[in-house]
């Protein structure tokens, strides 16, 4: 039985991350809802036969939005914009408003969870990636809204700070948390970074926080829970 029992929104799970959400929610046995601008590019990566089905639009409309919600319980939202093509939306657009967007019709619904995906230095605006468009500072703005909108009671946010992104397989590595923006440097697997994201929807430590993560040293895992009680020595 899956520890979390609600149904789940998966927003960018056609993303390299979100594809690995998607796949670790099923793992769970967690009921799952993909936000997706094509389609196409969904059943190219999952089948078609997607457990909780498809919700096809954009960030950048409330009525897209409001109709992918529907039903749900909980948002993994795990969208970003590609910095560095002059042709894609800038990350103010997707990263801060889309996301902002996401998050207020999410609460006027009255979903309750909210897991948002973010980066490591988003409060450093002098970081070189702070030069596309100041993603950074974007990404920033849209934690802040999420943190607002899901303090009441009754609701949970948990905002994941990822290190540099790698594209291999989970449970690899040892973890290391920490709060406060505060790890300078360091790399994560983007599969770690989603099973973390999966476990945040029920594993208390993780309720009301923002939190960095990267990899440590290559150690074989059967579970990457353990690492939350960093979370619990740091409160």
Known sequence: MALFEGKVLVAGATGRTGKWIVERL??????TRLFVRSPQKAVELFGPDIDGGLAVGSLENRD?????????????????????????PPPSAIDRD?????????????????????SLAVTKPDHPLNRYGKVLSMKLEAENAVRELFSGPGYSFTILRPGG???????????????GDRIETGAIQRSDVAEIAVL?????EAHNLTFELIQGK?????????????????A
């Not at 945040?200 to 208390?204: I, T």
């Open 26 to 31: 099923g793992k769970h046995g967690i009921t």
């Open 64 to 88: 897209d939005i409001r109709a992918a919600l529907h039903g749900m319980d909980a948002i993994i939202c795990a969208v970003g914009g590609n910095v560095r093509d002059p042709e894609a």
């Open 98 to 118: 889309g996301i902002i967007r996401l998050a207020g019709v999410a609460r006027e619904l009255e979903i309750k969870t909210f897991i948002l995906v973010s």
């Open 165 to 179: 992104l790698l594209d291999g397989p989970p449970f690899m590595h040892e973890l290391i948390f920490d709060t």
């Open 200 to 204: 945040s929807l029920f594993a208390p």
């Open 218 to 234: 290559e150690t074989p895992q059967t579970s990457l829970q353990p690492f939350f009680t960093q979370l619990s020595a740091r």
